[in-house]
C-alpha cells in the first residue's frame, strides 16, 4: 500500500548511544517531516524537508540532526541519544501546496533509560 | 507564530449523541487545515482537509467547517459510536510549509 513507511517500530537506547530512525515515501511527495509526540505537549516539528536537498529546523532540533538522501527517504539521527528523547517520533510527507494534506507513518516509540 | 487550540480537551458522550469538537488558530494565513484521528498508541489518521478557499467539507457521519475570518474551525459527528472514540486533532497549515497541531480533543462514546 502506498503511504509513509517508518523503520524501526520500537527501540531502547541506553543515554549516549545513537541511532537513526528511517522514514520512507512512495507517494512522490515533495516535503517530509520528522514530529515527535508527548504527553501534555501534542505533537511538535523538529525538523523538515520542503524538497529534495533541503533541510530546515523545526520547533524542537537540538540533540537531532537529518538527511534528506534522495526524494523518498528522510532519515533523523539522535547522536548521543537522552531521556528527555524518549517520546513517539513521526514522519510525514506531503506535496507542496497541495490540496491532499500530509500523510503521517504508523511512529516509532524511541525508550532512552 | 501559529498556535492552535482545541476544546475541550476531554469530551464523554453518549453513544447516539450528536457532538461538536472546536479547534481555533492565531493566524488566518493558512493554505488548509486537517482533522486527524489517532487511536491509543497508534498513528494519525486524516479525516478531513479544508482548504482556504472552501467553507466545509464532509465524509460519512463527519462534517468539518472552516471560517478563517474567525481563525476557527469545527469538526461534528452525528450519531457518534463507541468505534469513534478517539483522540482528534487539527491542523493547520501555514505558508511556512509546516503543519502546526493542536493537543487534541479526547473523545469517549459510551454504549
Known amino acids: 500500500n502506498a503511504g509513509v513507511t517508518q523503520t524501526p517500530k520500537f527501540q531502547v537506547l541506553k543515554t549516549g548511544q545513537s541511532m537513526t530512525l528511517q522514514c520512507a515515501q512512495d507517494?512522490?511527495?515533495?516535503?517530509m517531516y520528522w514530529y515527535r509526540q508527548d504527553p501534555g505537549m501534542g505533537l511538535r516539528l523538529i525538523y523538515y524537508?520542503?524538497?529534495?536537498?533541503?533541510?530546515d529546523k523545526g520547533e524542537v532540533p537540538n540533540g537531532y540532526n537529518v538527511s534528506r538522501l534522495n526524494k523518498r527517504e528522510f532519515s533523523l539521527r539522535l547522536e548521543s541519544a537522552a531521556p528527555s528523547q524518549t517520546s513517539v517520533y513521526f514522519c510525514?510527507?506531503?506535496?507542496?501546496?497541495?490540496?491532499?494534506?500530509?500523510?503521517f507513518g504508523s511512529g516509532t516509540r524511541l525508550t532512552v533509560v | 507564530k501559529q498556535e492552535v487550540t482545541q476544546i475541550p480537551a476531554a469530551l464523554s458522550v453518549p453513544e447516539g449523541e450528536n457532538l461538536v469538537l472546536n479547534c481555533s488558530f492565531t493566524?488566518?494565513?493558512?493554505?488548509?487545515l486537517q482533522w486527524f484521528r489517532q487511536d491509543p498508541g497508534k498513528g494519525l489518521t486524516s479525516l478531513l482537509l479544508?482548504?482556504?478557499?472552501?467553507r466545509e467539507q464532509t465524509s460519512g457521519r463527519l462534517n468539518a467547517s472552516l471560517d478563517k475570518s474567525s481563525g476557527r474551525s469545527t469538526l461534528y459527528i452525528a450519531a457518534s459510536q463507541p468505534g469513534d472514540s478517539a483522540t482528534y486533532l487539527c491542523?493547520?497549515?501555514?505558508?511556512?510549509?509546516?503543519?502546526?497541531f493542536g493537543k487534541g480533543t479526547k473523545l469517549t462514546v459510551n454504549p
Open positions: 510525514a510527507s506531503s506535496k507542496r501546496y497541495t490540496d491532499r494534506g500530509y500523510t
Open positions: 507517494m512522490n511527495h515533495n516535503s
Open positions: 524537508s520542503a524538497s529534495e536537498g533541503t533541510t
Open positions: 493566524d488566518s494565513a493558512i493554505y488548509n
Open positions: 479544508i482548504q482556504s478557499s472552501q
Open positions: 491542523a493547520a497549515h501555514g505558508g511556512s510549509e509546516k503543519l502546526v
